[in-house]
């Protein structure tokens, strides 16, 4: 069994961060690697990295805010980000494909949850597609329907988990 460890993000994680966002997400769904670096410089504290001993295999980013709003995809930039917002609105959770179904989502979830209490945040939002709801509500997240966004020209669901 490997070692496993959970930490903020450094900008020197992008290369592999990104890599792991390319190669997980289809197409249009992958953030670019300069939204992975705005991400990482403007609110390192809502990105964390899971890695073994020999690389990062999986990460979680978000922004905060006042005011959710999931089908803005200007949020994506994190125009409208405020560190100071109560609600955390999760852009990226993502497990490199050959570290999937091996129950590191949970341990990356589970320290993010966590770390945002830590923090006094009230609610974490997210999106995801149909066959991950019941991954989250594992979480205790709850499914508040389809969600106007049409991100990656795919279909999505919008989750929220009170803290």
């Not at 991400?39 to 922004?63: D, H, K, M, Q, S």
């Not at 990226?92 to 989502?105: C, E, K, L, N, T």
């Not at 594992?138 to 020209?153: C, E, T, V």
Request: proline share 3%.
């Amino acid at each position: 069994m490997s070692t496993l460890n959970i930490r903020p993000v450094q900008e020197r994680d992008l290369d592999r961060c990104f890599a792991i966002e390319t190669v997980s997400y289809s197409g249009d769904e992958a953030a670019s690697k300069e939204k992975i670096l705005k991400r990482i410089n403007t609110y390192p504290e809502g990105f964390t990295v899971l890695e073994n001993e020999r690389e990062i295999i999986g990460f979680i980013n978000a922004g905060a805010t006042h005011q959710v709003e999931l089908s803005d995809e200007e949020f994506k930039e994190l125009i409208g980000h405020d560190p100071a917002g109560t609600q955390i609105v999760i852009m990226s959770v993502v497990i490199h494909p050959d570290y999937q179904r091996q129950g590191m989502a949970a341990k990356l979830m589970d320290d993010f949850i966590a770390r945002m209490k830590a923090m006094g945040k009230t609610e974490i939002y997210l999106i995801c597609q149909t066959e991950l709801i019941l991954m989250y509500e594992k979480f205790g997240y709850q499914d508040l329907g389809p969600s106007n966004s049409d991100h990656g020209g795919l279909s999505w669901h919008e989750m929220s988990l009170h803290l």
